[in-house]
């Protein structure tokens, strides 16, 4: 190779040949940019491949869509019709052939034209006319003569007059003509018409099979207006490219084919694509043109798309409700990120208000006994399993502070108690158990693992309250907590007094001995006092003593989602993955798992298990900077603000019927929805089942506890019922006083048991089945316990009634309704 | 060794790698003809052929293949995009373009106003003035070692110095601007303790006037040294001297020592830990 250049350089300059070599450097460049070109149009775009595939796709299923209504065309019952239709067709035109026809066209010709010379010298007459008309004037003005113009003027309009009519005869000759032409020829066209309808399919999927081959390959992009936001407080509009390479996201048919052609789940078709796009449901680079950069799977880019089990994330932006089935894990998340009470330590702007979980301690010492207080505090879970406040790993002495200070800042200090154990008598439990059960006390409150989870367990209920606070409470428990969901049973003292003896004796363990006169000392109390400021007690809690201090002392999870991984502290922990994720599962099952000797972690331990935590990692990684437009948003629906009124209301209130009860959309749903109570019971049932609850369906066991109310206070309930809490739909006084006659009575029983088969749901006479409330029994009569009208309305149709009942919608007319009612009421 | 590969091959700094080859590269071949030429003579009178078509035709030739080149780059490397601008992100470490990497480097050892705008303006008013202190008649129009030893020696070191400080800004800082081989990987926590202090603090002077002064005296006899060296040149070479002047000199004289201000500088930052020399309320050095 050298030897070559040596001997190169002994030629002079002039006389060396570089022929070869620019031969070979203009090949080289012709070769590179045709590689260039071929690069920059089709390697650099690969989503023209797919376009193309995915047209031949396409063209496969429309060909073998085409193939198939050929077939059907070629089927012996559309070939019979089709070749029928053929031969009317061909009769028809051979009717055409005729002579009458023939001359019809003929004679039409011939009109036309002669219609056309007519209005020819009509108008050369007009034009004559009107140019007699002017000289005749002209030469009277002028007072010269003008009789030979008045001749030709009168001989001229003559002409026209006579032109004029022959014209009109001419054209409704033509009108005749036309009309007996179209008779023979609109059967021709009603028969064409059919038979193009027969090869319609075939039609039009020819048609579909041209308008694909002829589609061209390219960029298909969505502009969504106005969706983000740029830096300066206005909107920007987003673009995606997704529909490119996607093709077959919205076509029916697609589903089982395989990426990037495969068909949407049902939920595109509630989320079309020209309004939402992908990308705010996916995450992703919409304007990329390439998988790998579209899917956001470049270094650096910081929403790639989502991957299994993280779909659900980003349906929180829109979606602000609480429940919604279609991202079971998100709505699981936000429960219970509010019910953990994660809002009252950590901020997240815009999030929906969420009122304290924790019940308020303003006049603890009053209620509690301080050895329970350190118990509580040292391991919530100890006492209460259910709790929801987290444990803080207290030591002894931080436990010890914070009670001197909620005791020393609590309103109502404990008084020297009337009520001990020693004073209470042990023949007391029996009855005091049978008050209880009455009461159904456990429809709330869990005894012996039994019972209602909203109220708290009572099993060792007398360990933790002092006995006065607990007699007080139970007597009227509005007096120390205002909002509480207890109703105020109308217990007399004693009952009261034998319900406690009862709960006294079903504890299960025993704190210490009752200490009163408990003291602590001013430094335990301002100890306690900066710990509770410092842990975030108020977080769930109302202030107690103060005022709310400002400030949240976790962090604020308004942009959590957005935080950089670089930015989460794993402290010394080494032995899980670095990501996101793994940070937020295990920072939720062990809250101070990041901790080091010199960076602390304050936050609680809740006892979350995996799957919370990656419930909740679904809520906190979709707190992200990104939001739709407003009218995307569907917010959280208020509660209903229905507040009973006057008399009734109070009673409401005192009972706390809402607790289990709903009226016009607010309330509990332990028990049946009452807002058309007035229209749906009659007010005799009503009066004895308010005095004596009674169980209401065979499989229920829960009934009703019973308030012991005075005969003025269920008339105040039974009152407004029948006057406010109506239904339009029922007719009211229906079939009061009508006698029914046998004959009624049986068609009416037979509808019952032969054609509705309505025993298959419902019991009488302990006969029939169990899924409804029983109609007739030894104890329950539904003539008794139902309006007439209701149970009309409600055979007829019952979700007019009620929209979420199980029993069915059977159609029955007026008449059958009526009979099967009639049946029911002659029991 | 996997971040050294990194950089190197990091798409900016590609055609800085195949540049600095290609500055050997001619280097050799001017110094290679300059061997020659001292060796066997240069005749001044030797053949001359037409620019049209011998050189022409060369350099047609060498644009081709420089398309030809600069096509396949494009082809094959695309230019890289780097994360998403953030205000509460910054990059560590935070380099900047390659031309400017010496001056950054130059940072260590200097504070800003020096490093930032002494010397770089002196490079450039350097360079610029080269015609008229260059005074020497031979050499010119073709390669010699001999006959312009000065030149070739003062711009040759001071060429290899920049292109030494951009290689060390570019292979051997890393996060926090501290020095990593270049077998090291990054580690952004890394701290390591910077206990530098003045040079007049090393002498036991503890007031800023009497190290300011102190500085002061340094430098200007670092400069004196300058002095000196005219009156020497003066007695060895009076003729030489007599042509060449006393304003070209002191010129020439003062970049120069400048120029070895840096390296002497660096020795004494990175093996003594010095902070500065001479400290003032309006500049440091």
């Not at chain 1, 061909?90 to 009717?95: F, G, L, N, T």
């Not at chain 1, 093709?247 to 990426?259: R, T, V, W």
């Not at chain 1, 942009?559 to 032995?575: A, L, M, R």
């Not at chain 2, 951009?166 to 952004?188: H, K, L, N, S």
Request: proline share 5%; aromatic share 12%; with cysteine.
């Amino acid at each position: 190779m050298i030897r070559i250049f040596k001997q190169r350089r002994l030629i002079p300059v002039e006389e060396r040949r570089y022929g070869a070599i620019f031969f070979v450097c203009a090949a080289l460049l012709t070769v590179t940019t045709i590689w260039a070109v071929i690069d920059e149009v089709w390697v650099r775009r690969p989503w023209k491949a797919y376009q193309k595939d995915f047209n031949e796709l396409e063209l496969q299923k429309a060909v073998v869509e085409l193939r198939n209504a050929e077939q059907t065309f070629q089927s012996m019952e559309v070939q019979s019709r089709y070749s029928e239709l053929q031969h009317n067709l061909q009769s028809a035109e051979a009717a055409l052939e005729d002579d009458k026809y023939r001359r019809l066209t003929k004679e039409l010709e011939e009109i036309e034209s002669h219609i056309a010379e007519l209005s020819r010298k009509l108008q050369f007459t007009r034009s004559e006319s009107d140019e007699v008309y002017y000289r005749y004037k002209t030469a009277l003005h002028r007072s010269e003569k003008a009789e030979r113009e008045k001749e030709q003027l009168d001989h001229l309009e003559r002409e026209k007059e006579k032109l004029s009519g022959e014209l009109a005869n001419a054209q409704k000759r033509r009108l005749t003509l036309q009309k007996q032409i179209r008779g023979f020829v609109q059967q021709i066209e009603s028969l064409r018409d059919s038979l193009t309808t027969l090869r319609a399919d075939i039609l039009s999927w020819q048609r579909k099979i041209e308008a694909i081959k002829s589609r061209s390959i390219e960029i298909k992009q969505i502009i969504l207006l106005d969706f983000d936001d740029n830096n300066f407080g206005g909107r920007i509009s987003r673009v995606e490219r997704c529909m490119t390479c996607h093709l077959g996201a919205d076509k029916p048919g697609f589903e089982n084919e395989k990426e990037p052609f495969t068909r949407h789940s049902y939920l595109l078709d509630l989320h079309p694509v020209e309004k939402f796009g992908c990308t705010p449901c996916h995450g992703g680079q919409g304007v990329a043109l390439t998988a790998r950069s579209a899917h956001g799977k470049v270094e650096f880019y910081h929403n790639p798309l989502l991957g299994e089990g993280t779909r659900e994330r980003l349906c929180g932006k829109c979606h602000e409700d609480l429940e919604f089935p279609e991202s079971p894990t998100l709505s699981d998340g936000r429960s219970l990120f509010e019910s953990s009470g994660c809002l009252g330590c950590h901020n997240v702007e815009g999030y929906v208000k969420v009122p304290n979980i924790g019940p308020p301690l303003n006049r603890i010492a009053f209620k509690v006994k301080p050895a329970w207080i350190m118990r509580w505090i040292l391991n919530p879970k100890s006492y209460l399993p259910q709790t929801k406040m987290p444990n803080f790993h207290s030591t002894e002495d931080e436990a010890n502070d914070v009670r001197a200070y909620l005791l020393d800042a609590s309103e109502q200090k404990p008084k020297p108690q009337r009520i001990t154990v020693r004073s209470l008598d042990a023949r007391w439990i029996q009855e005091g158990e049978t008050i209880f059960r009455m009461a159904r006390c456990i429809s709330c409150h869990l005894v012996d693992g039994k019972g209602g989870t909203i109220a708290p367990d009572l099993v060792n209920i007398t360990t933790k309250v002092q006995l006065d606070w607990l007699f007080d409470w139970i007597k009227n428990p509005r007096a120390y907590q205002p909002n509480t969901k207890m109703p105020r049973y109308r217990f007399t003292d004693q009952e009261i007094l034998k319900i406690i003896t009862y709960l006294n004796s079903l504890k299960t363990s025993e704190i210490s001995s009752e200490d009163e006169n408990f003291a602590y000392s001013s430094g335990e109390v301002k100890r306690g006092e900066k710990l509770v400021i410092e842990y975030g007690c108020l977080g769930c809690h109302d202030p107690v003593g103060q005022e709310a201090v400002g400030g949240k002392v976790g962090a604020d999870l308004t942009f959590f989602g957005d935080k950089p991984i670089e930015n989460f502290d794993f402290g010394d922990v080494t032995n899980i993955s670095r990501t996101k994720e793994a940070w937020i599962l295990s920072k939720l099952q062990n809250p101070r798992a990041f901790a080091t000797e010199r960076i602390a972690q304050k936050m609680p331990d809740y006892g979350f298990g995996i799957k919370e935590s990656r419930a909740f990692s679904t809520v906190l990684l979709g707190f992200t900077e990104e939001h739709p437009p407003e009218p995307f948003i569907l917010r959280r629906q208020p509660e209903s603000s229905y507040i009973p009124p006057g008399e009734f209301g109070k009673l409401v209130t005192d009972l706390n019927c809402l607790t289990c009860h709903k009226i016009n959309g607010r309330g509990g749903t332990l028990a049946p929805d009452l807002s058309y109570q007035g229209s749906r019971t009659n007010a005799a049932w009503l009066k004895k089942f308010l005095s004596n609850p009674t169980t209401l369906r065979p499989t229920l066991v829960e009934r009703m506890p019973k308030f012991n109310l005075t005969d003025k206070e269920i008339d105040i309930i039974i009152n407004y019922m029948r006057t406010t809490l109506v239904n339009e739909k029922v007719p009211s006084e229906f079939l009061s006083g009508e006698k029914f006659s046998m004959p009624e009575i049986e068609q009416g029983r037979k509808l019952y048991h032969e054609k509705y088969r309505c025993q298959s749901c419902h019991q009488i006479n302990y006969e029939g089945g169990t899924m409804g409330p029983e109609l007739v029994s030894t104890d329950m009569n539904i003539r008794e316990r139902r309006t007439a009208g209701w149970i009309f309305q409600w055979i007829k149709n019952p979700k007019t009634l009620d929209p979420a009942t199980l029993e069915p919608v059977l159609g029955l007319s007026d008449e059958e309704a009526l009979l099967i009612t009639k049946y029911l009421l002659s029991y | 060794m996997e971040q050294f590969f990194h950089i190197l091959t990091l798409p900016d700094n590609i055609p800085i790698a195949g540049m600095l080859l290609l500055v050997l590269f001619y280097y050799w071949l001017g110094m290679s003809q300059a061997v020659k030429n001292d060796k066997y003579g240069v005749n001044r009178n030797i053949d001359k052929v037409h620019c049209w078509p011998y050189l022409t035709r060369i350099e047609f030739l060498a644009t081709l293949l420089i398309m030809v080149i600069l096509t396949v780059w494009s082809i094959t490397i695309d230019a890289p995009l780097e994360e998403l601008a953030s205000p509460s992100k910054t990059p560590n470490p935070a380099k900047a373009p390659w031309y400017f990497l010496g001056l950054q480097e130059m940072l260590v050892y200097f504070d800003p106003w020096i490093a930032g705008v002494i010397l770089p303006g002196l490079i450039i008013v350097g360079l610029m003035i080269i015609p008229y202190i260059d005074t020497n008649p031979r050499g010119g129009g073709y390669y010699s070692f001999h006959q312009r030893k000065f030149a070739i020696i003062v711009f040759g070191f001071g060429y290899m110095l920049w292109v030494v400080l951009i290689i060390i800004g570019t292979f051997f800082r890393g996060p926090g601007w501290y020095f990593f081989y270049p077998w090291e990987a990054w580690d952004v926590h890394r701290i390591v303790a910077l206990t530098n202090v003045d040079l007049p603090y090393l002498f036991g002077i503890r007031s800023y006037f009497w190290s300011s002064v102190f500085g002061g005296i340094l430098v200007s006899g670092y400069y004196f040294l300058g002095v000196i060296f005219y009156f020497y040149l003066k007695k060895k070479h009076p003729e030489f001297m007599k042509k060449f002047g006393i304003i070209r000199y002191s010129i020439v004289v003062f970049l120069l020592l400048t120029m070895l201000a840096l390296p002497i500088k660096m020795f004494l930052r990175i093996a003594l830990n010095i902070k500065y020399v001479w400290v003032t309320p309006w500049f440091n050095i």
